[in-house]
């Protein structure tokens, strides 16, 4: 089972920063199966990222991913009120499919 | 547009079965192009997949997560156009919001989720 382990735990920002999450990979892992997803309170998750540097649609290009070996990272480019939230990534290209403990954007 | 409503009882008995259903509009659960899932969300687990079902080559396939798979059954229903899942032998510890969702080339379609509370 590839373990997801994301850091921060939590990232205390203001508006207009740029926010930068880690992903790590417990194995080397295709980038072409690993997404980042952005979850708010009572809603379910809500697909950013995919295949490492896709966006998905209807997503801002102030988010973009990248990836280096089993480091993946999301950066969020400059912060908007609507961008604090939890935000998970996700690895699945093969079973189990898993997920990091998540990354959780609060306001400074 | 592709979208999952979830059905399904917020409250299961120790023991007893859990079952939820996925109703799929803008997609088929036959799509040789997509995989159906359930996940769930709890404070203590994080999100975990729990398994999927697909059809391929005429064909139905099923994975599960090892945690689960001694109690796990995830089924197709092409005359409803939807999936399930029952989860047998419920513990407080599978208290959770409940999620189905699609994976074609990547999870890109999600139901809003059911709170489902083990208890007696």
């Known amino acids: 089972e590839i373990v997801l382990t994301q850091s921060p735990g939590t990232l205390s920002l203001s508006p207009g920063e740029r926010a930068t999450l880690s992903c790590r990979a417990s194995q080397i892992i295709s980038s072409s199966h690993l997404a980042w997803f952005q979850q708010k309170p009572g809603q379910a998750p809500r697909l950013l990222i995919y295949?490492?540097?896709s966006r998905a649609t209807g997503i801002p290009d102030r988010f973009s991913g990248s990836a280096s070996g089993t480091d993946f990272t999301l950066i969020i480019r400059r912060l908007e009120p609507e961008d604090f939230a939890m935000y998970y990534c996700?690895?699945?290209?093969?079973?189990?499919?898993?997920f990091g403990g998540g990354t959780k954007v609060e306001i400074k | 547009q592709v979208q999952l409503q979830q059905s399904g009882p917020g409250l299961v008995r120790p023991s007893q079965t859990l079952s939820l259903a996925c109703a799929i509009s803008g997609d088929s659960v036959s799509s040789n192009s997509a995989a159906w899932n359930w996940i769930r969300q709890s404070p203590s687990r994080g999100l975990e997949w729990l398994g999927r079902?697909?059809?391929?080559?005429?064909?139905?396939?099923?994975d599960y997560a090892p945690s689960v798979k001694s109690r796990i059954s995830i089924n197709p229903d092409t005359s409803k156009n939807q999936f399930s899942l029952q989860l047998n032998s419920v513990t407080p510890e599978d208290t959770a919001v409940y999620y189905c969702?699609?994976?074609?080339?990547?999870?890109?379609?999600w139901g809003k989720g059911t709170t489902v509370t083990v208890s007696s």
């Open positions: 079902t697909y059809y391929y080559a005429s064909k139905w396939y099923n």
């Open positions: 295949g490492a540097y």
């Open positions: 996700q690895h699945y290209g093969s079973t189990p499919l898993t």
């Open positions: 969702a699609r994976l074609a080339n990547y999870m890109d379609v």
